[in-house]
Structures are given as C-alpha cells and as structure tokens.
C-alpha cells in the first residue's frame, strides 16, 4: 500500500488548505486512516482519524471545529480540509493507514498503531 500525500503549503494565518492522501495497492479505503503532523524536535501529533466500522472522525482537540477529515472511496483518497489556520498549525503533516479493518478506540491516536505512512507535505501558516 503507497500513500501519497499532497496539498501543503503557505498560508497567512485564518486561511484554509486541503490536504488529500491517495492511497494505491489497494482497492479500498474502508481501513483506519489517520491524519498526523510533526515539527522538528516534537513527538509526532495525533490530527485527526477516520473508522470505517462506524464512519466516525475524531479529531484532536487543538483542530476540533477547524479541520474536517473526509474521503472519497471511489477516488481512494482521503481528505483533510483545514480552515482557520494558526501559525501553530505549521508541520509536516501525514496520512496513514493499517493493515487491519479496525484499530480499537484506544489505540487510533497513536502512531505506532498504522502500517503505512505517506511521505509527508508541508504546511506553514504565516502570523
């Protein structure tokens, strides 16, 4: 599975991008997907998650009502529309996936809990 993640940029802070993550190699997107972001010398940090079991995102809640994860599965592709950005919004932000169908509640927050990853695009928010 190959996931290529794209749509990063500048942008002044209050502004808007859309990330997208395509997912190739397999034929369906109904897995786990979570989105990440990382800036240099900080853990990675939980975004946001999608379950296909019951359709459900979660979000962090540094991002709750400002981003909004989606998919399309005709497309394969995963989404994460993010509105109102801060400055502290700036990271590299990934997608992942699992090799599994479900990833107990618990568990969707952490990194270690997804196979594969996308190469990461960056995002900076100007003040």
């Known amino acids: 599975v190959q996931l290529q993640a794209s749509g990063g940029g500048l942008v002044q802070a209050g502004g808007s991008l859309r990330l997208s993550c395509a997912a190739s190699?397999?034929?369906?997107?109904?897995?786990?997907f979570a989105w990440f972001r990382q800036t240099p010398g900080k853990e990675r940090e939980f975004v946001s998650a999608f379950r296909p079991n019951n359709g459900a995102m979660y979000y962090a809640d540094s991002v709750k009502g400002r981003f909004t994860m989606s998919r399309d599965t005709a497309k394969n592709t995963v989404y994460l529309q993010m509105n109102s950005l801060k400055p502290e919004d700036t990271a590299v932000y990934y997608c992942?996936?699992?090799?599994?169908?479900?990833?107990?509640?618990?568990?969707?927050?952490?990194?270690?809990?997804?196979?594969?990853w996308g190469q990461g695009t960056q995002v900076t928010v100007s003040s």
């Open positions: 190699g397999r034929t369906s997107i109904k897995y786990p």
């Open positions: 992942a996936t699992s090799k599994v169908s479900h990833i107990i509640l618990s568990a969707q927050r952490i990194g270690d809990s997804y196979d594969y």
